[in-house]
């Protein structure tokens, strides 16, 4: 009887295939080397270089391989090349990154392909079993290599696209030999062909529409970004400009820069010569000290103590000299530089980085008129030399990722960006970095794909001027600055979800085409089967039976085909009774969540409805450990309202409370969403009760109304992993209707005291009107309010008579 060692080959050797394979193998591995060298050239990588000297090392075997053949030693041959093969793939993934799922694969099915040319039976499974071996292996190596791997995209396409190019070249070679191979070999050749364009046009087809629709999203996130942060950056400056502001209309200040500006006639030539004498004169000399040490620059100096970004402010008066100062500046004249005109004539100057030699660093001018202050007439410019770092926390928050960053571009190309230490600084922008910068800004699509520095990254971009509700003065400034924010994020890091999808696929195909290995050699072992009882039989199972078994009467490769049937079906039907049980599983669960909400409805009592709330999904579910935390008055701490077992009753005599965000009863008060740890192990921000021992795994589900969150139930399991998204889905929806009965409960209370009180009053009101005197009705009223109230003395008085001013009880 055939066992299923056997493969899908012929019993003997194959010269004449294993001369055309071997040859084929060493051509195809010639033509890479001059490939890999120019690459690695080009590069300047070393890891390159190896993967060309291990290819010529794959050429030499294949013509060692190919000279064997040719003296007779055809299984020798084969043997060589699965060897080379596996040496190839383990040396190519540890030098180059991303390609270890794609060698694993190629390992896969050459060494499959060349296994079935004419290796004995008798080796078949042993070399099968080391090709599976072997891929698993290259994956490993892949990963743990890492540290020497050189990874470059344009690389791994290049990589991609030649082994598609191979295993197009091994399969015309399989088509024109396909009449010579024996029937097993056909059937395995067909099966796994089959199966392995299946799964790849699906993956393709997967892969293209996630990385369509990731990068849709990442692209919108950083659009929303730009926007934000462009938000954010017109914020501070108006920020800044609005403190600014408030120093020209002070009174005090326009008044003496009025007075200044009033004490002479403004000759011009009179301006100049003082500042030649500025410049020229020391820091003590009456001229500079008159400047920076009066009243004005006391009060400048005092703004620039609150708004420290403000490195250096000044005063000049309407016919542009300096007045006061904070510090000493490089000239005394202004009114001829492009600021002090421009805040004059347009109302606001804000000028772009630039090195100032006052503040002695790259800084940005801002520059407003001053008015005086009973007429309309400007008597002034103050002027303030502004720190990039004005901009750090704006572009150094909400960045994307580990590559991501904010960037504020001038139209120069030159940027604002956030260094390693937080700290803003000013870089100019070379040619090479231009042209995507420049489609960028122009492009009206969302983002754009643009390559920095070499490196693709996604980007989008906001103008400050196309800011909504933007004060129109500072709209017009923004126009003539042409300042945007570009988010950007590298399109590796945007993608690393895809990649891990990628690589999981591609493992999910390599495990397919293994796993149809592996039913192909069983079906091609037992052809000879009558094919008329096996169909009866599939037709049996088609139409439900799944107890059907298929007779296996004969040694021939029907007969095996028939024990693989019969493989498949008992699967299916394990599969098919463990997803029953998960059905039933399920089935309860829901079952014992309706009975909780039944029982639910029916407790108007809040302190009962808490501890019947814990008690029942304790029992329902069967977890460790059920607590409620609600809000106090003032919403500062979560207050433990009930809790399960001893544990619960512990921390109620204690009054246990959280304050907010604390722990993960904190966190999902503070953000109304569920929070779930499965494996309280590998949490490092899990906070342990000494109480609770053993608890493993922990979800808190907050308690609701809408947007307002009443509490938190929390739950905890003493399984790793005992808690998942399908606990989330029902504790959620318990939540909501513990959220509706705790309301229903404080209203029917607020309900029923408000009934008492009127009982109460409409009693006493009765009793009042039984009195036959007014003196016996105070009394009456007195006796009932003091007892109502729960007082031991009851007293009114009465101010109409000076005769009877009280009556007590």
């Known amino acids: 009887m055939s066992t299923p060692d056997t493969i899908l080959a012929s019993q003997t050797p194959a010269p004449?295939?294993?001369?055309?394979i071997s040859g084929l193998?060493?051509?195809?591995?010639?033509l890479t080397v001059p490939m890999y060298s120019y690459i690695a050239w080009q590069?300047?990588?070393?890891?390159?270089?190896a993967v060309a000297a291990t290819n010529f090392a794959l050429m030499v075997g294949g013509l060692v391989g190919f000279g064997l053949a040719r003296r007779g030693q055809s299984v020798w041959a084969l043997r060589l090349l699965i060897g080379v093969l596996i040496f190839g793939a383990l040396s190519s993934v540890s030098f180059v990154g991303g390609i270890g799922v794609l060698g694993a694969i190629l390992v896969v099915m050459l060494g499959l392909f060349i296994a079935s040319q004419g290796l004995p039976r008798q080796e078949l499974n042993p070399t099968l079993f080391l090709i599976v071996v072997a891929a698993f292996v290259v994956i490993g190596v892949s990963l743990a290599a890492q540290p020497l791997q050189f990874d470059a995209p344009l690389l791994d396409n290049f990589i991609a696209i030649a082994a598609v190019i191979i295993v197009v070249i091994f399969g015309v070679f399989i088509i024109r030999q396909f009449g010579a191979y024996p029937l097993p070999t056909k059937l395995?050749?067909?099966?796994?062909?089959?199966?392995?364009?299946?799964?790849?046009?699906?993956?393709?087809?997967?892969?293209?529409v996630a990385r369509n629709e990731l990068t849709n999203r990442v692209g919108a996130s950083l659009k929303s970004l730009s926007n934000s942060k462009a938000q954010e950056l017109a914020g501070v400056l108006s920020g800044e400009i609005a403190g600014l502001r408030a120093i020209t209309l002070n009174k005090f200040v326009q008044d003496n820069v009025e007075l200044v500006s009033d004490s002479y006639d403004g000759n011009l030539s009179a301006i100049e010569q003082l500042d030649q004498t500025w410049r020229l004169a020391a820091d003590t000399d009456a001229l500079i000290q008159r400047v920076v040490n009066n009243e004005l620059s006391g009060e400048l100096r005092e703004f620039q103590r609150v708004f420290?970004?403000?490195v250096e402010v000044f005063i000049t008066d309407k016919y542009g000299a300096n007045v006061a100062a904070t510090n000493r500046t490089s000239d005394y004249y202004q009114a001829d530089e492009a600021w002090w005109q421009g805040a004059v004539q347009n109302g606001l100057y804000i000028g772009q980085p630039e090195y100032d030699e006052s503040a002695n660093q790259v800084s940005i001018i801002v520059a407003l008129p001053m008015p005086a202050h009973d007429r309309d007439e400007i008597v002034g410019v103050l002027r303030t030399t502004l720190n990039l770092q004005v901009f750090g926390t704006a572009l150094s928050t909400g960045e994307l990722g580990a590559t991501g960053r904010n960037n504020l571009y001038l139209p120069d190309f030159s940027h604002l960006e956030v260094d390693e230490a937080d700290q803003v600084r000013f870089v100019t922008q070379g040619e090479e970095g231009e042209a995507g910068l420049t489609e960028l800004f122009q492009t009206t699509q969302t983002f754009l794909v643009i390559n920095r520095e070499g490196i693709p990254e996604l980007s989008s971009q906001t103008a400050l001027v196309d800011l909504p509700n933007l004060n129109p003065q500072l709209a017009q400034v923004f126009q003539g600055l042409g300042w945007r924010v570009v988010v950007s994020q590298t399109e590796a890091e945007a993608l690393a979800a895809l990649e891990t999808s990628t690589n999981t696929t591609l493992l999910t195909v390599l495990a397919a085409l293994l796993a149809a290995g592996i039913v192909a050699t069983l079906f091609t072992q037992f052809l000879a089967q009558p094919i008329t009882r096996l169909t009866e039989t599939a037709a049996r199972i088609t139409a439900g039976d799944l107890t059907a078994q298929?007779?296996?009467?004969?040694?021939d490769e029907v007969g095996a085909l028939a024990t693989a049937f019969n493989v498949m079906t008992t699967q299916l039907r394990e599969t098919l009774a463990g997803l029953e049980a998960r059905v039933m599983e399920r089935t309860r669960a829901i079952a014992a969540s309706a009975e909780v909400s039944r029982r639910l409805s029916t407790v108007l009592d809040r302190q009962k409805l808490v501890r019947d709330v814990v008690e029942q999904v304790q029992g329902a579910f069967g977890y460790y450990y059920v607590q409620i935390y609600f809000w106090d008055e003032a919403r500062e701490y979560l207050v433990m309202a009930g809790g399960t077992g001893e544990a619960g009753q512990t921390l109620l005599a204690r009054g246990h409370k959280l304050l907010a965000g604390q722990g993960l009863v904190g966190r999902a008060a503070e953000t109304n969403t569920p929070v779930l740890v499965p494996n309280t192990a590998e949490n490092p921000v899990w906070l342990p009760n000494p109480l609770l021992p053993n608890t493993r795994a922990e979800l808190a589900v907050p308690i609701a109304l809408g947007d307002r969150v009443l509490g938190v139930l929390d739950v905890q399991h003493d399984v790793i992993n005992g808690l998942d998204n399908e606990d989330v889905e029902v504790l959620q929806s318990l939540a909501n209707q513990v959220a509706v009965a705790t309301q229903n409960a404080r209203t029917f209370a607020q309900t029923q005291r408000q009934a008492d009180v009127e009982a109460l009053v409409n009693t006493i009101g009765q009793k009042i009107?039984?009195?036959?005197?007014?003196?016996?009705?105070?009394?009456v009223a007195a006796r009932e309010v003091g007892r109502a109230l729960g007082g031991t003395k009851a007293v009114v008085r009465l101010k109409t008579s000076p005769l009877t001013d009280h009556v007590s009880n």
């Open 769 to 779: 009107q039984s009195a036959t005197t007014v003196e016996g009705a105070l009394q």
């Open 550 to 555: 298929a007779p296996v009467e004969a040694d």
């Open 25 to 30: 193998f060493a051509l195809i591995t010639g």
């Open 16 to 20: 004449r295939r294993a001369i055309q």
């Open 43 to 49: 590069l300047q990588a070393w890891q390159l270089w």
């Open 308 to 310: 420290p970004n403000h």
């Open 188 to 208: 395995l050749i067909a099966f796994l062909g089959i199966v392995a364009v299946a799964l790849g046009v699906e993956g393709f087809v997967l892969n293209v």
